[in-house]
């Protein structure tokens, strides 16, 4: 099924099909499987889990809801990167994936019709408290806000 006009699931679909790819297509990294692996990306559901072999490197975005007012709507769409590295700096991966996404973001402005809003934010998830460290699995998340067609009433 295809997405129609200027909603949010058609701007994850320019997300995860037009613009991701090109932005992560250069990183090479270790996989759950021990050997060296692109960086997939995942739109809005992943796969289910193998817990024998993890699914990364991975970049998954997915819709976290929206706001619709008077004169103005928005959607969110929350970005997570997953990598693993049994390497004392392996957290650097995870980051430094997101930092670009971030980077890249923020020079483009938009994504197809899709202007981005700011503030766009990030956080670590494997560094949240000792006892939850995710080693060696690491995960950074960015947040992303996106105006919308505003829908009008019908008169």
Request: aromatic content about 8%; charged content about 20%; proline content about 8%.
């Amino acid at each position: 099924m295809q997405a129609v006009g200027m909603s949010p699931v058609h701007l994850l679909d320019e997300l995860c099909k037009r613009w991701l790819p090109g932005v992560i297509a250069d990183y090479r990294m270790q996989t759950g499987r021990g050997s060296a692996g692109a960086v997939t990306v995942h739109e809005d559901m992943m796969p289910p889990k193998d817990p024998e072999h993890p699914d990364v490197p991975y970049v998954w975005a997915y819709l976290d809801g929206g706001t619709d007012n008077e004169d103005q709507a928005q959607t969110t769409v929350g970005i997570i990167v997953g990598t693993y590295s049994e390497e004392m700096d392996g957290w650097r991966e995870a980051k430094n994936i997101a930092f670009r996404i971030r980077q890249r973001l923020l020079e483009s402005r938009q994504i197809g019709p899709y202007p981005l809003l700011l503030p766009l934010t990030y956080k670590a998830l494997d560094q949240l408290s000792t006892e939850s460290r995710t080693y060696p699995m690491h995960y950074m998340q960015l947040t992303t806000s996106w105006r919308m067609a505003l829908v009008v009433p019908v008169e």
